[in-house]
């Protein structure tokens, strides 16, 4: 089946650090991977996407690279700001079907 | 980006009573839209898929006669929650896919946090 695992929070960074929040998934075929982030009171919002293995997605500081050899897709950000501060979900949609499966989010906080 | 909106926000009721969620497309229109719950530390869950003008798709283990969709239109689905109880007390998220996009452009809306006492 499809799923999506995603390192437990709560994460507390101070500012400028490098974060890292990983992300592996299990699907058949060939999926389509996608980070999330919700802010405080609003809707999720696309951050960034990979639609096949060794894409790269990058939005706003953050990467993520598809890699089919190990089912991952970890969030990275050089240097985090306090305004990033929000849950961070991972998620695929299998290419068969229109179902996304998501991770159950990280939440991250960061500190001036 | 697209906006979806969803009303009530939050929303307390007593056990039997029936609640409606309401998802708009607020500046595109929605052939698709999807509803999903997630409880605490859960991923988010998809519970069914509209398409305007038909039945809802509901997934495995999720009763139709106890959450009643509704895609009457373009830009609105509804959400009812019927004799609702305790352990439906969960957050509800809509999403929104435009008419002619891929399945992969899909727009969220706040969410809408449901306490049954």
């Known amino acids: 089946g499809n799923s999506v695992t995603q390192m437990e929070g709560p994460v507390t960074l101070s500012e400028e650090a490098f974060l890292t929040i990983n992300c592996t998934y299990t699907a058949t075929g060939y999926p389509s991977l996608f980070w999330y982030v919700q802010y405080p009171g609003e809707g999720l919002q696309l951050l960034l996407k990979a639609t096949k293995a060794d894409d790269k997605g990058s939005n706003k500081g953050f990467e993520a690279t598809y890699r089919k050899e190990t089912t991952s897709f970890h969030l990275e950000k050089g240097s985090v700001q306090v305004s990033d501060s929000a849950v961070y979900f991972c998620a695929l949609r299998a290419n068969t079907g229109n179902q996304f499966y998501f991770g159950t989010g990280t939440s991250l906080t960061v500190i001036p | 980006g697209a906006v979806v909106s969803q009303h009530p926000s939050r929303v307390i009721c007593k056990s039997g009573t029936s609640v409606k969620i309401e998802c708009r497309s607020l500046?595109?229109?929605?052939?698709?839209m999807f509803w999903y719950r997630q409880f605490p530390k859960q991923s988010l869950m998809l519970m069914a898929t509209s398409n305007e003008g038909s039945k809802a798709t509901y997934e495995q283990g999720v009763e139709k006669d106890k959450f009643l969709i509704n895609h009457a239109s373009l830009t609105l689905s509804t959400l009812t929650v019927t004799s609702a109880h305790p352990e439906d007390s969960s957050f509800y998220i809509c999403s929104a896919r435009a008419s002619g996009s891929s399945y992969n452009e899909q727009f969220f809306g706040p969410g809408t946090r449901l306490t049954v006492l």
């Open positions: 500046d595109f229109q929605a052939t698709t």
